[in-house]
């Protein structure tokens, strides 16, 4: 990433302002897009960095870069001390349940969209579900934004209003594309940008 502007140093940034803010006793979500890596094997040691480097617990979704994602059973056969990977499930946190998927943009092909549309749907409405049965308050992880300038995914908003879903975080964006960014209130749902550089490297309270 340090060849696009603003990333200079990124690692570097990252781990310097994560370990000042994030204790051991924390955790934190990453919203996807963590390597380039197209297998598991090549993204291991950016999965390694996050895992060792940076203090605390981590909970990662897959982003849409995120080629070298597997199945779950093949990614917690790893057995990292400090990562799990959120996919239909669902984790509770202090008093917080943690939900979500990748979410979708709608392409030319409709069919195809139409199909990775609802297939994100049902994981989602798998994640929240088991996010209630923890109890808590249910805050919802995407990766895609799910309002996006004129773009508004239905679907998936749909899922959080019919569970209560008060609180949406998601990544994706990035440069010139934070000022269409939708942050605030929207259909009841607070929604907040947390991409890297959108939030300078450093890691936000929820």
Known sequence: MDIFKGWENHAGRLRENWNRIVSNSDTVVIAGDISWGMSLEEALPDLKFIDSELNGKKIIIKGNHDYWWSTLAKLNAYNFNNISFLHR???????????????????????????????????????????????????????????FGGFENYGLIDVLQKYGVKRCYYGHLHGTAHKSAVLGMRYGIEFALISADFVGFAPVRI
């Open 89 to 147: 499930n669902a984790f509770l946190v202090e008093n917080i349940a943690v939900c979500g998927t990748r979410g979708w943009f709608n392409e030319d092909d409709q069919k195809r969209s139409e199909k990775l549309q609802k297939r994100e749907e049902q994981r989602l409405e798998s994640s929240v579900k088991c996010a209630v049965e923890y109890g808590g308050e249910v805050v919802a992880f995407l990766h895609y934004p799910p309002i």
